[in-house]
C-alpha cells in the first residue's frame, strides 16, 4: 500500500488529465466511441436481455428440477429427432446454394452483356416471402401443378410425383429462398480475386480445371466457408415452409415447430424456451466445425482492389 | 546462349507476327502488327500509355485472342492456342503472385503443371530460388516479401520453366527508383546469362533502350518504327517517335531552304525569329512546314552571340542535377526550350545557344498535321 504511495505521479493534477486522454485516444478511446452507445442499447434490449430471459426460463420448468426442461426435449424421440430432421434439411440445402452458386458466379464475375438482367433475375427470390414461394411450389410442383401434369402427359411417370408437403417442398422452398444470398456474397468473394493470378497461371501452362482448383478454390475457401455458415443459420431456423409445404407433423417437424407449438400448443414456455436453446446450440456447434475448418486456410489478401 | 542448331524442345527459331490486330468495342487497339523476333533477341515494346503495346503483349501470351492477323512459330501458327498450351512464361505489372502459395510453391508451380518428375521440380526450384537469391525468403508468402523481392519471385516463376519466349509486362513500374535501376540490371543480366528470347513492354524510353536489342515504338496502336537502340536514339522516324525518344524541343517552323535531295540534305527552318540550320529525315522542300527536334543536351550554350545557328534566350527553370544543370530558357518569341549544361546558369541570364546542324533534325509535317506544343504559353507569360 504504502509502496503505491511513493509512486504517485509527481507533478499535481493539473497537466496529467490531457496526458491520460491522450493516451487513451491513442488506443482508440475517445468521445467518438460514444457514437456505439446506440448500437449497444439495441443489442443490448432486443438480443441479450431476451436470450438472457429464455435462458432463464429454460432451467425454470413448472414442475421438477432445473434441467426437466432439457430432460423433457432428450428424452422424448419424438422431440429430439427433430434436431435430426432440421439438419438433415438444413445442411444439404445450404450445401447445395453455396456449391450451386460457385460454378455461376465463376461465369459471372467478368463483364458481359446481360448481366445485370441476369443478376436481377437470380436475386428477386430475396423479395419474395416465403409464404408467395410456398404458395407457388404448391401450385407448380403440387399433384395438379403443371410439373406432375407435364411428368403424367408425357408418360414418365404413371402418377403425380409427390413433391410437396414433404420433405422435398420443405428442400426447395429453402434453395429457392437461400440460393440468392449465397450467390450475391460469392459473387462478391470471386470478384475480389484478382484475374490476373489465374491469367498468371494459365501462362504457367495451367489448363482451366487446374487453375480452377489450385488458384481460384484455395482463394475463395475462407468466403465458401463464411457463406455455408450464413446460408446454414438462414436454413436452420425454417418455420413457414415447414409448415405449407411441409409435412409439419412428421418428416418436416423442424426445431422451430417444437418449439412453437411447446409454446402455443401446450402453452410450456419453459420447454419451448429450452428448444430454442438447443437449436442455438446446434448452430454454433455447426459454425464452429465450419470456422475452425476455415481458420486453417489461407485467408489474406487475394489480390484484388477494394 | 541459344544457337539454332541443337534448340532444345519448344524453342524455335524465330517468332513471326503477321498483321496482329486487335479491336476492342469497336475500337482499334492494336493494328497490323508485323515483327519477326529471332531467337535469343530482347525486343522492347515502347510508347505512351493506351499504345496497344500491352494488349500486343497479351496476344502474344494468348491471354487475349487476335482480331486480325496470325502469328508463327517457326512454321507452326500458335495464334489459336490457348496460353496454357503456348507455353511463354510471363511477368505482370502487378507481379501476380499466388498469394496463398510460398515463394518456393510459387516458382515449382509451373513445373507441377509440366509434371515433370518430383526431384526435378524440387531441383529446378531450387535454382530459380538461387537464380534470383531469395534463399533465405523461400518459405515466406508472397504478402510477407517486400516490392522487389515479389519482382524477383515473378521473374522466377516465369524464367524457370525455362520457356521459348519470357514476355514482361511493365515489370519495374511499381518499383522505387533506386530498386528499378537495380532490377534493370538485373534483368540483363539474366537475359545475358539464360540467352531468353524476352519481350519487354514499357513506357520508359530510358529503360527500353538500355535493355533491348531491338524496339519497337507503338502510337495509337500502330507500329512507328523498329530499330536497334542506336538508331531510335540518333534518327527517330518521326516527331511523334522524337518526342518519346527524348527530343524534348520540338518546333513547329517554316523550311526556307534546302539544299541536297531527300534525307540528309541541309535545311534552313525559319520561324519565330530564328533562323537554323538543320538535317532533314525525310524529302522536305522550302516552303513547307516542318519540326525541328534537338535532344536537351545537343542545346550548347556559347559565349558569342555571332555566328551560326544562334538562339538568343533567357534562363527561366533551373534544376540542380548533380553535375548538370536541367534548365528551361525561353527564346525572344516565346518559346521555351530545355537544355543540359555545366554551367552555374541562373534564372534571368541572357544565353546565347546553339545546336549542331547534325543534331537539329527536321521532320515533314503532314497537312492538316497538328503541331506539337504550339506556343501557348507564350501568351500567359
Given at each position: 500500500?504504502?509502496?503505491?504511495?511513493?509512486?504517485?505521479?509527481?507533478?499535481?493534477?493539473?497537466?496529467?488529465?490531457?496526458?491520460?486522454?491522450?493516451?487513451?485516444?491513442?488506443?482508440?478511446?475517445?468521445?467518438?466511441?460514444?457514437?456505439?452507445?446506440?448500437?449497444?442499447?439495441?443489442?443490448?434490449?432486443?438480443?441479450?436481455?431476451?436470450?438472457?430471459?429464455?435462458?432463464?426460463?429454460?432451467?425454470?420448468?413448472?414442475?421438477?428440477?432445473?434441467?426437466?426442461?432439457?430432460?423433457?426435449?432428450?428424452?422424448?424421440?419424438?422431440?429430439?429427432?427433430?434436431?435430426?430432421?432440421?439438419?438433415?434439411?438444413?445442411?444439404?440445402?445450404?450445401l447445395l446454394n453455396v456449391?450451386?452458386?460457385?460454378?455461376?458466379?465463376?461465369?459471372?464475375?467478368?463483364?458481359?452483356?446481360?448481366?445485370?438482367?441476369?443478376?436481377?433475375?437470380?436475386?428477386?427470390?430475396?423479395?419474395?416471402?416465403?409464404?408467395?414461394?410456398?404458395?407457388?411450389?404448391?401450385?407448380?410442383?403440387?399433384?395438379?401443378?403443371?410439373?406432375?401434369?407435364?411428368?403424367?402427359g408425357l408418360g414418365l411417370?404413371?402418377?403425380?410425383?409427390?413433391?410437396?408437403?414433404?420433405?422435398?417442398?420443405?428442400?426447395?422452398?429453402?434453395?429457392?429462398?437461400?440460393?440468392?444470398?449465397?450467390?450475391?456474397?460469392?459473387?462478391?468473394?470471386?470478384?475480389?480475386?484478382?484475374?490476373?493470378?489465374?491469367?498468371?497461371?494459365?501462362?504457367?501452362?495451367?489448363?482451366?480445371?487446374?487453375?480452377?482448383?489450385?488458384?481460384?478454390?484455395p482463394l475463395l475457401a475462407?468466403?465458401?466457408?463464411?457463406?455455408?455458415?450464413?446460408?446454414?443459420?438462414?436454413?436452420?431456423?425454417?418455420?413457414?415452409?415447414?409448415?405449407?409445404?411441409?409435412?409439419?407433423?412428421?418428416?418436416?417437424?423442424?426445431?422451430?415447430?417444437?418449439?412453437?407449438?411447446?409454446?402455443?400448443?401446450?402453452?410450456?414456455?419453459?420447454?419451448?424456451?429450452?428448444?430454442?436453446?438447443?437449436?442455438?446450440?446446434?448452430?454454433?456447434?455447426?459454425?464452429?466445425?465450419?470456422?475452425?475448418?476455415?481458420?486453417?486456410?489461407?485467408?489474406?489478401?487475394?489480390?484484388?482492389?477494394? | 546462349?541459344?544457337?539454332?542448331?541443337?534448340?532444345?524442345?519448344?524453342?524455335?527459331?524465330?517468332?513471326?507476327?503477321?498483321?496482329?490486330?486487335?479491336?476492342?468495342?469497336?475500337?482499334?487497339?492494336?493494328?497490323?502488327?508485323?515483327?519477326?523476333?529471332?531467337?535469343?533477341?530482347?525486343?522492347?515494346?515502347?510508347?505512351?500509355?493506351?499504345?496497344?503495346?500491352?494488349?500486343?503483349?497479351?496476344?502474344?501470351?494468348?491471354?487475349?485472342?487476335?482480331?486480325?492477323?496470325?502469328?508463327?512459330?517457326?512454321?507452326?501458327?500458335?495464334?489459336?492456342?490457348?496460353?496454357?498450351?503456348?507455353?511463354?512464361?510471363?511477368?505482370?505489372?502487378?507481379?501476380?503472385?499466388?498469394?496463398?502459395?510460398?515463394?518456393?510453391?510459387?516458382?515449382?508451380?509451373?513445373?507441377?503443371?509440366?509434371?515433370?518428375?518430383?526431384?526435378?521440380?524440387?531441383?529446378?526450384?531450387?535454382?530459380?530460388?538461387?537464380?534470383?537469391?531469395?534463399?533465405?525468403?523461400?518459405?515466406?508468402?508472397?504478402?510477407?516479401?517486400?516490392?522487389?523481392?515479389?519482382?524477383?519471385?515473378?521473374?522466377?516463376?516465369?524464367?524457370?520453366?525455362?520457356?521459348?519466349?519470357?514476355?514482361?509486362?511493365?515489370?519495374?513500374?511499381?518499383?522505387?527508383?533506386?530498386?528499378?535501376?537495380?532490377?534493370?540490371?538485373?534483368?540483363?543480366?539474366?537475359?545475358?546469362?539464360?540467352?531468353?528470347?524476352?519481350?519487354?513492354?514499357?513506357?520508359?524510353?530510358?529503360?527500353?533502350?538500355?535493355?533491348?536489342?531491338?524496339?519497337?515504338?507503338?502510337?495509337?496502336?500502330?507500329?512507328?518504327?523498329?530499330?536497334?537502340?542506336?538508331?531510335?536514339?540518333?534518327?527517330?522516324?518521326?516527331?511523334?517517335?522524337?518526342?518519346?525518344?527524348?527530343?524534348?524541343?520540338?518546333?513547329?517552323?517554316?523550311?526556307?531552304?534546302?539544299?541536297?535531295?531527300?534525307?540528309?540534305?541541309?535545311?534552313?527552318?525559319?520561324?519565330?525569329?530564328?533562323?537554323?540550320?538543320?538535317?532533314?529525315?525525310?524529302?522536305?522542300?522550302?516552303?513547307?512546314?516542318?519540326?525541328?527536334?534537338?535532344?536537351?543536351?545537343?542545346?550548347?550554350?556559347?559565349?558569342?552571340?555571332?555566328?551560326?545557328?544562334?538562339?538568343?534566350?533567357?534562363?527561366?527553370?533551373?534544376?540542380?542535377?548533380?553535375?548538370?544543370?536541367?534548365?528551361?530558357?525561353?527564346?525572344?518569341?516565346?518559346?521555351?526550350?530545355?537544355?543540359?549544361?555545366?554551367?552555374?546558369?541562373?534564372?534571368?541570364?541572357?544565353?546565347?545557344?546553339?545546336?549542331?546542324?547534325?543534331?537539329?533534325?527536321?521532320?515533314?509535317?503532314?497537312?492538316?498535321?497538328?503541331?506539337?506544343?504550339?506556343?501557348?504559353?507564350?501568351?500567359?507569360?
Open positions: 500500500m504504502s509502496l503505491t504511495v511513493e509512486r504517485t505521479d509527481p507533478t499535481p493534477t493539473g497537466p496529467r488529465d490531457p496526458g491520460l486522454s491522450h493516451r487513451l485516444a491513442e488506443r482508440g478511446i475517445d468521445r467518438t466511441l460514444l457514437l456505439l452507445l446506440p448500437a449497444v442499447l439495441f443489442v443490448a434490449l432486443l438480443f441479450v436481455y431476451p436470450f438472457g430471459y429464455g435462458l432463464q426460463l429454460s432451467f425454470a420448468p413448472a414442475e421438477g428440477g432445473p434441467l426437466a426442461s432439457y430432460a423433457a426435449f432428450f428424452s422424448d424421440p419424438y422431440q429430439r429427432n427433430t434436431i435430426w430432421i432440421t439438419l438433415g434439411l438444413a445442411l444439404p440445402a445450404a456449391l450451386a452458386s460457385v460454378p455461376i458466379a465463376y461465369k459471372m464475375r467478368g463483364r458481359f452483356r446481360g448481366k445485370r438482367l441476369l443478376t436481377i433475375v437470380l436475386v428477386v427470390p430475396i423479395t419474395l416471402g416465403t409464404v408467395l414461394t410456398a404458395q407457388g411450389l404448391l401450385n407448380f410442383l403440387g399433384p395438379a401443378g403443371w410439373f406432375n401434369k407435364a411428368v403424367v411417370a404413371d402418377a403425380p410425383v409427390q413433391l410437396v408437403n414433404n420433405y422435398w417442398g420443405v428442400f426447395f422452398s429453402l434453395v429457392i429462398t437461400g440460393f440468392p444470398f449465397a450467390f450475391l456474397l460469392i459473387l462478391s468473394y470471386l470478384s475480389g480475386i484478382d484475374p490476373t493470378l489465374e491469367q498468371a497461371a494459365a501462362t504457367l501452362g495451367a489448363d482451366w480445371t487446374q487453375r480452377f482448383r489450385r488458384i481460384t478454390l475462407p468466403g465458401l466457408a463464411t457463406t455455408f455458415c450464413l446460408a446454414f443459420v438462414l436454413a436452420f431456423s425454417v418455420f413457414p415452409s415447414a409448415v405449407l409445404v411441409g409435412n409439419p407433423a412428421g418428416e418436416t417437424r423442424v426445431l422451430a415447430l417444437a418449439a412453437y407449438q411447446a409454446a402455443y400448443e401446450q402453452y410450456d414456455y419453459s420447454l419451448a424456451s429450452a428448444i430454442a436453446m438447443v437449436m442455438g446450440a446446434v448452430e454454433l456447434l455447426v459454425i464452429a466445425v465450419v470456422l475452425l475448418w476455415r481458420s486453417r486456410l489461407y485467408a489474406g489478401s487475394t489480390g484484388g482492389k477494394g | 546462349m541459344s544457337s539454332a542448331g541443337a534448340a532444345p524442345p519448344g524453342r524455335f527459331g524465330e517468332l513471326r507476327l503477321d498483321g496482329v490486330g486487335r479491336r476492342f468495342a469497336g475500337k482499334d487497339a492494336l493494328v497490323e502488327l508485323d515483327l519477326t523476333i529471332r531467337a535469343g533477341e530482347f525486343i522492347a515494346l515502347l510508347g505512351p500509355s493506351g499504345c496497344g503495346k500491352s494488349t500486343a503483349l497479351n496476344c502474344l501470351a494468348g491471354l487475349l485472342p487476335l482480331t486480325t492477323g496470325s502469328i508463327w512459330q517457326d512454321e507452326r501458327r500458335i495464334d489459336t492456342l490457348p496460353a496454357e498450351k503456348r507455353g511463354f512464361g510471363m511477368v505482370f505489372q502487378s507481379y501476380a503472385l499466388f498469394p496463398h502459395m510460398s515463394v518456393r510453391r510459387n516458382i515449382a508451380f509451373g513445373l507441377q503443371m509440366r509434371k515433370l518428375p518430383r526431384a526435378e521440380v524440387r531441383r529446378r526450384t531450387e535454382e530459380g530460388v538461387r537464380l534470383v537469391q531469395l534463399e533465405e525468403h523461400a518459405d515466406k508468402l508472397p504478402g510477407q516479401l517486400s516490392g522487389g523481392q515479389q519482382q524477383r519471385v515473378a521473374i522466377a516463376r516465369a524464367v524457370v520453366l525455362e520457356p521459348s519466349l519470357v514476355l514482361m509486362d511493365e515489370p519495374l513500374s511499381n518499383l522505387d527508383a533506386k530498386l528499378r535501376l537495380e532490377m534493370r540490371t538485373e534483368i540483363r543480366r539474366l537475359h545475358q546469362s539464360l540467352g531468353l528470347t524476352t519481350v519487354y513492354v514499357t513506357h520508359d524510353q530510358e529503360e527500353a533502350l538500355s535493355l533491348a536489342d531491338r524496339l519497337v515504338v507503338l502510337r495509337h496502336g500502330r507500329v512507328q518504327q523498329v530499330g536497334t537502340p542506336e538508331q531510335l536514339h540518333a534518327r527517330p522516324v518521326n516527331w511523334h517517335v522524337a518526342d518519346f525518344m527524348g527530343f524534348r524541343n520540338l518546333m513547329e517552323l517554316e523550311a526556307a531552304h534546302v539544299s541536297g535531295t531527300g534525307v540528309d540534305a541541309e535545311v534552313a527552318v525559319r520561324g519565330e525569329g530564328l533562323t537554323l540550320l538543320g538535317t532533314a529525315t525525310a524529302a522536305v522542300s522550302a516552303g513547307d512546314r516542318v519540326v525541328a527536334a534537338v535532344r536537351p543536351e545537343d542545346v550548347l550554350v556559347v559565349e558569342d552571340a555571332g555566328g551560326d545557328n544562334r538562339i538568343a534566350a533567357t534562363v527561366e527553370v533551373v534544376e540542380y542535377q548533380g553535375r548538370e544543370l536541367a534548365v528551361e530558357v525561353r527564346t525572344a518569341a516565346g518559346r521555351a526550350l530545355h537544355l543540359r549544361t555545366e554551367r552555374r546558369l541562373a534564372p534571368g541570364d541572357e544565353v546565347a545557344l546553339t545546336v549542331e546542324r547534325e543534331r537539329l533534325l527536321v521532320y515533314p509535317l503532314a497537312p492538316g498535321e497538328q503541331a506539337p506544343a504550339p506556343l501557348v504559353d507564350a501568351v500567359t507569360t
